[in-house]
């Protein structure tokens, strides 16, 4: 069977994505996992990219890999938790570890035995991922959640702030 | 010319499923509070995928625009996720979560 | 909609007082901005529900069951703010949690509106992140950071489900809109895709963790217990209401309707487990507030059992049994928070003779406790009536049964704490006087209670419109 280079460049990115991810989960160093972990999202970025979503992808690289990894890794640095203090997992939780992973199995079932119900319905357009159409929509139909996701950055900020400073004033 | 053309959908949503359940795992797995917010990460990663390949196949940005919010929800809770660790982290000295079992069942 | 935004509104006041220094006059502009909000939300009552989707491009949509639970939560959240004068000082208020409080109540108003899975998201998590640091607000206390911890991986694992949910069922239908989904759903009912029935479960399954139901419910008593007594009140209340609307707008309207096969059986044995779980952990308990805490996961399968019976008698039980509830449990909560001052509760034993030592708190304690006991004449009464009604036309004999048991171990736990009142002797402690504010904050919901058990009628014709007409 010959493959096409989209094809080629899915199974790559696909590998890359779950290797890379599975190292997340068993490193000792958190430090390696936060590397591995950027390592999963650029993957993610290459198949947004495969799918004609360049513009998420950017903002995919700037906000995973370049804002909250980076935070993960300064509170790391800042508590100084690179060295390998775990403890072992015990057995009746890894047990049930691998039960929960196991759940997953019928919703891979399910997804692979699809029926033809979602056939593409409207005409391929390349033109979704860019900022011209994702503004338009963002800025029309989905302005109110827009609006309030300022409540949400807001009200996580306060909480940062309140939870992040060192308790002097507070009596009660 | 999309990859969604040549890809079939199932092949996206296998491996977001994938990726969800490997941070599933890792949540109950692992005992490290920072590596659980990592797996969390994750987790809504592999919705993103699963929305974006969606979003592609059915030609509509509007998926494309919930990963947006998607994103942003994941850095708020970053963010006070964090914080809630680092007070942990001043009071217990580790970020281990055995730790926390001073309530039982 | 006014809701929202004079709420949020409240809340960037209220973070502008510590900047402009008006922080003393802060906690009357809230009372007032509250009751503000809830003339404004009834005023919408008498609105032509169409003009909504036209203005607000599909995403919410005030009907009349939106006004009647955004009146709930407001109201329930006006008197919580009434009862925790002490949570943030009212002569010198801590702004940043009045301001996350205020947050939060903006995303239980979003949660009874939403007709779009984005409103749903962003309302659940809303209500949520406030929640997560209110949880932890003693920064102290190694339980109050345990709850904030246990609570925050909970709720965002659960909201990692709620999305892989909307992912799913958006894969399958192409529309984030419950209007649309439930058109697409009707019409292809025969060949949907595998993984739309997997979405609809995981949406199941994590509203159910946000409304605490067994099996789901094993984070619920550590977060209860170790957060803050005040916040314990408002997440047993406000987040409970919020939640159970969540899923009553999304299940028991048209968007899901023609599945019921396949997510009933879920909520159904659920419901079940429910009901044995927290009552029999309930009656072993002897924290007061831990009890309580189990006390609240065995309401939300009253609730869930009302969702379950899908009929016409089911939203006017919810709406009865959200009222009659988040009444009974914020008199209960006021007056733990006077007799039992450690943040982590304490035993039964706590309340021995309050009713010499103060017989006003004795007697709305137990006005309160008979309430959630569920017996007459008291609102609980009337919310368990209802209820089980509903299950019954519906033909869930045994959940009504189980349901019953639950009830009579739930007579027995409460009951240790009126017997603790009125039959053993007080301790050595010194006599509790409640504020003048929370004097009338308790005589105000005790007479609620009486009067909603008394006059039924009175919010049970509102309730029966409170059918949700869901997305057009």
Known sequence: MN???????????????IISGALVIFSRNPVYSVLYLIVTFFAIAGHYILLNAQF??????????????????????????????????????????????????????????????????????????????????????????????SVLFLSAMVGAVLLGKKSTEETN | MSAIQIIPIEWYLTLSAIL????????????????LLMCIEMMLN?????????????????AQVFVFFIMAVAAAEVAVGLAILIMLYRNTGTTDVEVLNRMKW | MKAILVLTSLGIISLLAEIFRFRRALYPIVILGLMGAIATTVSYWWYDDGDFAKYFGGMINFEDSSVIFSTIIISTGLLWFLMSDTFFNKENPRTDLVALVLFAMVGAVILTCYTNMAMLFLGVEILSIPLYVLAGSRKDSLSSNEAAFKYFIMGAFASAFLLFGIALVYGA??????????????????????????????????????????????????VYQGAPTHVTAFMSTIVKTAAIVAILRLFLSVVFDDITSFWMPVILVCVGITFVVSNV???????????????????????????????????????FYTAAYSVGSILAFAVLTNVIKDHTGGPVESFNGLGK??????????????????????????????????????????????????????????????????????????????????QLVMFVTAVIIIVLGLLPDLILGIGSAAEVVAAK
């Open chain 1, 3 to 17: 493959l096409t280079l989209t094809e080629i460049l899915f199974f790559v990115l696909s590998a890359i994505t």
């Open chain 1, 56 to 149: 998420l992808a950017a903002v995919h690289v700037i906000v995973y890999a370049g804002a909250i990894m980076v935070l993960f890794l300064f509170v790391i640095m800042m508590l100084n938790l690179n060295e390998t203090t775990e403890p072992k997992t015990a057995l009746w939780s890894k047990f049930a570890a691998v039960i929960a992973g196991l759940t997953f199995l019928p919703l891979l079932v399910g997804a692979l035995k699809t029926s033809e119900a979602v056939v593409m319905t409207q005409p391929q357009n390349s033109d979704i991922g860019l900022v011209k159409t994702l503004g338009q929509v963002l800025f029309t139909d989905y302005l109110v959640p827009f609006e309030l996701s």
């Open chain 3, 173 to 222: 239908t192409g529309s984030f809109n419950l209007g649309v989904i439930g058109q697409v759903v009707e019409a292809k009912k025969e060949v949907l895709p595998g993984f739309f029935m997997v979405g609809v479960l995981m949406l199941v399954v994590s509203l159910l963790f946000k409304v605490s139901a067994a099996p789901f419910h094993f984070w619920a008593p550590d």
């Open chain 3, 357 to 438: 030592k103060n017989p006003f708190m004795a007697l709305v304690m137990t006005i309160a406790l008979l309430s959630l006991a569920g017996i007459p004449p008291t609102a609980g009464f009337f919310g368990k009536y209802y209820v089980f009604n509903a299950a019954l036309q519906a033909g869930h004999v045994w959940l009504v049964i189980l349901g019953i048991i639950g009830s009579l171990i739930g007579v027995y736990y409460y009951f240790r704490i009126i017997i603790a009142m009125y039959f053993k002797d007080a301790n050595e402690e010194a006599s509790v006087e409640p504020s003048k504010q929370h």
């Open chain 2, 46 to 62: 592999a919705v993103n995928l699963s929305l974006v390949a969606f979003s592609a196949h059915h030609s509509d940005p509007g």
């Open chain 3, 281 to 319: 952990s309930a009656a072993v308990q002897n924290n007061v507030k831990r009890m309580l805490a189990y006390s609240s996961i065995s309401h939300a399968g009253f609730l869930l059992l009302a969702v379950g019976a899908f009929n016409a008698y089911s939203a006017k039980a919810i709406v």
């Open chain 2, 20 to 35: 969800f359940g490997m941070g599933a795992l890792g949540v109950m797995y692992r005992k490290n509070a920072i590596i």
